[in-house]
């Protein structure tokens, strides 16, 4: 695929078929987060590749607190549904570096990189025949994932699903460029 079609076809893929994703497939994704851009080469960014038991586990964590939440009107129940039908599932973590300039600490710049890895991410999938989709409803029970996970000392940022897509509803809108300018 040429560059202009993988940023154009580009979209969040929600329903998956239940085709697997090859480990040379996932490496390939990680290795092009791994190449992104960082704030002073930092590379802030550790990734925990899930295993189908531990996804299975997320997810009914997910749908629990979905169940124990019920006033709460969130997409946490989409997203459990959505990691449901993915076949893979990343875990995106930021390290816990503190600049010793107070003003900045570091941590604005260190999240634009790790928004930079994961847009590399979506891209390499689509170049891949691949759909994905950043879920940072995890983050609702961020604490009792790490703790399932046993990761300490990171912050986490967002689980990126990965799979076959199927895409069964229109491409979301995006505003015009004109609106964009300031
Ligand atoms: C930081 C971030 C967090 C997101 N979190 C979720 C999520 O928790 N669940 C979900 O279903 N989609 C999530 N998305 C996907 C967005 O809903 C999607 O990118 C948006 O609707 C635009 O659609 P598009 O990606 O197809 O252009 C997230 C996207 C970003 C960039």
Redesign the pocket.
């Known amino acids: 695929m040429d560059f202009d079609e993988v940023i154009n076809v ?3 893929a ?1 329903v998956f078929t239940g085709k697997k994703v090859s480990k040379e497939q996932i490496d390939k994704i990680i290795k092009s987060a791994s190449i992104a851009p960082s704030a002073r080469n930092r590379q802030p960014w550790k990734f925990y590749c899930l295993t189908d038991t531990q996804k299975e586990h997320i997810t009914g964590m997910l749908f629990d607190w979905d169940r124990e939440n019920p006033k709460e009107k969130t ?1 946490v129940k ?2 459990a549904q ?1 990691i449901e039908s993915a076949d893979k599932m990343i875990m995106v973590y930021k390290d816990s570096y503190k600049s010793k300039y107070k003003k900045l600490n570091y941590s604005k710049p260190d999240y634009l990189s790790l ?1 930079c890895a ?1 847009e590399n991410m979506s891209l390499q999938a689509v170049d891949l025949g691949l759909g994905s ?6 983050l609702y029970i961020e604490e009792k994932i790490n703790e399932y996970l046993n990761i300490k000392g990171y912050e986490q940022i ?1 689980g990126f699903i990965i799979g076959y897509p199927i895409f069964d509803t229109p ?2 809108q ?1 505003k015009d460029v004109k609106e964009l300018m300031l």
């Open positions: 580009r979209r969040t929600r997409s989409g997203s959505q928004g994961i989709c950043i879920v940072c409803d995890t967002c491409p979301r995006k």
